[in-house]
């Protein structure tokens, strides 16, 4: 079965109102001609609004690049998922690996994350991947056992088949050093087995899994030629339209 393309952009804590808007409005004539894959900016929360307003109407879609899992409370500098529903956000990033170090997100937080994000209309880009020290223990897999099993416990079949993943190897992550196509496919292949296993045969025919770390212009090409390797979620290379359309339409 053949899957839809995903980009997405993940501006980080990058770029005011303007520069958001001024991107969108490059980046939507840019692929104005583009219908045959989904295309997505994650924009910080202050810019969330304007940058929908911006790209209205076109293929370009937005991203929240967090969630917070309570409806709402006193749970100050915390937005929710009808907020930025409510700003435009069609997509939410979860469990970014920059979330799990820095701002303490867990699998258990990101599972809270994943449900309150679909509870409320909102399609979770859920991220998961091992750090260099993993990796150099073998235990990629396990971690990615690990995060897959915990962060989706409770989502159905159904569910996991219209959200994306996002294999994201924390040592690629702004280090200029992109998983090769191999480990990115070895990756791929089996985080969609275990949704075969643990999801069932249409989650994984139909889930996106996006590869990130390090992606740019002239490597996309390479990571999209593995098979499970639905697109991409990117980073540096995302802040410059020019730059992202031209990962988006050659990967
Ligand atoms: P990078 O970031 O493309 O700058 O490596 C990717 C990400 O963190 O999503």
Redesign the pocket.
Known sequence: MARRPFF?A?W?MFKTIGEAVAWGRTFRELTRDVADRDLVAAAPYTALASLAAEVKGSNVGVAAQDVYFEKEGAFTGAVSALMIKDAGAAYA?VG???RRRIFGDTDASVNRKTHVAIANGIIPIV?IGETLEEREANQTFDVLDRQIKAGLDGITGEQVAALVI?Y?PVW?????R?ATPQQAGDAHAHIRSRIRQWFGGDAADAVRILY?????PDNVAELRAQPDVDG???????LDPASFFAIASRG
Not at 172 to 176: C, K, N, Y
Not at 232 to 238: E, I, T
């Open positions: 997405a993940n980080k990033i970014h690996s920059e991220c996002a994201e690629a992550i702004g280090t200029g992109n990130g770390g390090s992606v740019k991409a979620l990117v980073g540096g290379a995302s």
